[in-house]
């Protein structure tokens, strides 16, 4: 673990320089302690792919007491204290149909291989989230198979649908809203990834897996997807 200052009251907390299952373990296990045990110091947290930015409260603890507060916390964990909660995995319906999978000719051309082909390999794969950003709610997923893995869109789509799936790289991931994206849009889920209303905001956090769930068109109807959403 590697603590480095960003300012005043904000630290960023390393736990590897790979992204990959045990970082996002490692980040995953210290998020929720850090949540547990260091509540009435800290403001904020936000986990990514390696890391957690730490913000805390300026009028109780200085740099120093936070880094000594920061690293006493992860050796207990170390030392086998129980009570970090165990990854959920979360299953999304996805409909893979031409009419939402936007680029799934693009897609099959670029791996050499059939829409049924590109539809099994993502859809038999369990995914990571490994961060929550670009957009409330939007989790980038890996690792995605080497056989899909294709580039971004060389001129990005000035609005994506709500709930279409991507493939960027090895990465996957779900629009939560219309945005402009460059992702590479295979499917969409009529599941929503926002929910304004709860704590945590976001359906997936950090740590979670996510497996998908093919569906045809009229299940995705009847879960209130709407195909002919542009």
């Not at 957009?135 to 609005?159: C, H, N, V």
Request: net charge negative; hydrophobic share 40%; glycine share 10%.
């Amino acid at each position: 673990m590697r603590i480095e200052s960003v300012n005043e009251n904000t630290c960023m907390v390393y736990f590897g320089d790979q992204i990959g299952a045990e970082s996002a373990g490692l980040v995953k296990q210290a998020t929720d302690r850090l949540r547990r045990d260091m509540s009435d110091l800290i403001v904020d947290l936000v986990p990514s792919y390696t890391s957690i930015l730490v913000t805390w409260n300026l009028e109780q603890a200085d740099r120093f007491a936070i880094t000594r507060r920061l690293r006493a916390a992860m050796e207990a964990g170390d030392n086998g204290s129980a009570g970090d909660e165990a990854s959920r995995i979360v299953e999304l319906p996805v409909y893979y149909g031409p009419d939402v999978g936007l680029d799934l000719d693009d897609v099959c051309a670029h791996a050499g291989l059939s829409p049924q082909e590109v539809v099994r390999i993502h859809s038999e794969q369990l995914y990571q989230v490994y961060a929550i950003g670009f957009a409330p709610g939007f989790a980038y997923l890996g690792s995605t198979d080497e056989q899909i893995a294709i580039p971004r869109k060389s001129t990005p789509r000035l609005k994506v649908p709500t709930g279409s799936v991507g493939i960027a790289g090895t990465q996957t991931a779900i629009y939560p809203s219309c945005t402009p994206g460059g992702w590479q849009i295979i499917g969409r889920t009529p599941q929503k990834m926002v929910d304004w209303d709860s704590d945590s905001l976001a359906l997936v956090q950090v740590g979670d897996q996510v497996r998908f769930k093919a569906i045809s068109r009229a299940e995705f109807i009847e879960l209130g997807g709407n195909p002919d959403e542009l």
